[in-house]
């Protein structure tokens, strides 16, 4: 059975930083997506910032310049470091990594940034 678990959100103040990181119980080493999503309160679920296993990277533009996603393959897991951060960033942030045509997801983790 695939398990994320997802750790590091907080609550921040607007300009602040977070790092969010995923542990994944399988290997990432190959043919997979790994992703964060977040949603807020009210809205739907977005996609945040893909790392594929094949190196692409894709964000989006509402984070562009500001956040970053990375993975670690040797150690299963990815990471998206937020700085600059804003109060219209708060959400739930969800770990999520598509395998074989299967999405899984983690528990999600609150980000709240304070004006």
């Known amino acids: 059975q695939v398990q994320l678990v997802e750790s590091g959100g907080g609550l921040v103040q607007a300009g602040g930083s977070l790092r969010l990181s995923c542990a994944a119980s399988?290997?990432?080493?190959?043919?997979?997506?790994m992703s964060w999503y977040r949603q807020a309160p009210g809205k739907q679920r977005e996609l945040v910032a893909a790392?594929?296993?094949?190196?692409?990277?894709t964000y989006a533009e509402s984070v562009k310049g500001r956040f970053t996603i990375s993975r670690d393959n040797a150690k299963n897991t990815v990471s998206l470091q937020m700085n600059s951060l804003k109060p219209e960033d708060t959400a739930v942030y969800y770990c999520?990594?598509?395998?074989?045509?299967?999405?899984?997801w983690g528990q999600g983790t609150q980000v709240t940034v304070s004006s």
């Open positions: 999520n990594l598509l395998l074989r045509g299967v999405d899984y």
């Open positions: 399988v290997s990432i080493f190959r043919n997979n997506v």
């Open positions: 790392s594929t296993s094949g190196g692409t990277i």
